[in-house]
């Protein structure tokens, strides 16, 4: 007797079961309240110039790829090198397009010209990397060419009053020679 509950019983005795199990799922998928999760704080600013990220930042790492361009031949320290100036690289072209302090930077950094002249530098820098990870002169030869066809083109529009013959190695700050 017991066991022979009819059929449209059990159905309902399954449907509420079912449903007293949803109810707590259900009560997962409401809206979460709004609570808890502290807001993340705001980034830092930069300090900094856009003529100091320029010389500080963005000068030294092309420089050392420029370097091991030009080395004959490229031990595995210096590959190394050239892949932490490859990441140098790609972080700095974000750094020219931050705020950056200077009284005349924001007019230039506005531009969109100027916006994808950074994006470029740190596509190249990407390249650069992947070359530099697989120890491919050649590609990185291809990408520091590159590189420095970029750094021209953006000085050629946002930085003409200096007349440019490429750009200056170190032009601030003294070469540090690298240990090998
Ligand atoms: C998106 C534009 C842009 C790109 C790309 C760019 N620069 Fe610059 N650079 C500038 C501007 C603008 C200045 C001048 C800033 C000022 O004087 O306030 C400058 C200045 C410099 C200076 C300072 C020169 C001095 O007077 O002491 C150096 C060095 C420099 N850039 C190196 C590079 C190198 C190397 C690259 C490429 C890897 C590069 N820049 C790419 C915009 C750019």
Known sequence: MFFTIPRAAKLVAAI??????????????KAP????????????????????VMRASVEIPAD????????????????LLAEQDSIDLANAATLMTLATTGAKDAEKQVNADFHNWAAEIQKTAGVLRDAAKAK??????????HLTDTCQACHDKYR??????GVSRYPFYPARERKK
């Open 136 to 145: 491919d002169q050649m590609k990185l030869g291809m990408a520091a060419d």
């Open 16 to 29: 509420s079961l079912g449903m007293a199990a949803a109810a707590p799922l259900a009560a997962c998928t």
């Open 33 to 52: 309240e709004k609570a808890a999760v502290p807001a993340a704080p705001a980034p830092l600013p930069l300090p900094t110039t856009l003529l100091e």
């Open 160 to 165: 003409p009053e200096i007349p440019s013959d």
């Open 64 to 79: 050392g790829i420029w370097a091991a361009q030009s080395a004959e031949k490229l031990e595995d320290p210096d590959w």
